[in-house]
């Protein structure tokens, strides 16, 4: 078993910066992918960003691509999302998965390619 915890969710303004953080504990190999989806109320979830450990590669959704970058602190299991220039239609419970090996385009954009979910962390763009 992985267990996720998101942090770093808030309330912040339109073009404010916000900086998000996942860690991973239990059962972490060192071969995996990791990726943020997010969640707005009456919306189905979504992709936003995903980093694959043992070749560090990043894929985005073209809604974020050039705002947000996604890094990755491989001894600590840990995944960023810096997020810049912040919308308001950024708003949403920003959600970390997880699977052992490592995912490609297009799967790494299926939320149901990953076996393991952290409980959210909510971001709120007010304009």
Known sequence: QVQLVEAGGRLVQAGDS???SC???GRTGSYYSMAWFRQAPGKEREFVATITYG???TYYAD?????????GDNARSTM??????????????????YQIGRLS????????????WGQGTQVTVSS
Do not use: E, H
């Open 105 to 116: 385009p297009p799967y790494t954009n299926y939320a149901m390619r990953y076996a393991y």
């Open 80 to 97: 960023y999302l810096q997020m810049n220039s912040l919308k308001p239609d950024d708003t949403a419970l920003y959600y970390c998965a």
């Open 63 to 71: 809604s974020v691509k050039g705002r947000f970058t996604v890094s």
């Open 23 to 25: 860690a991973a504990s």
């Open 18 to 20: 916000l900086r998000l």
């Open 55 to 57: 070749g560090g590669s």
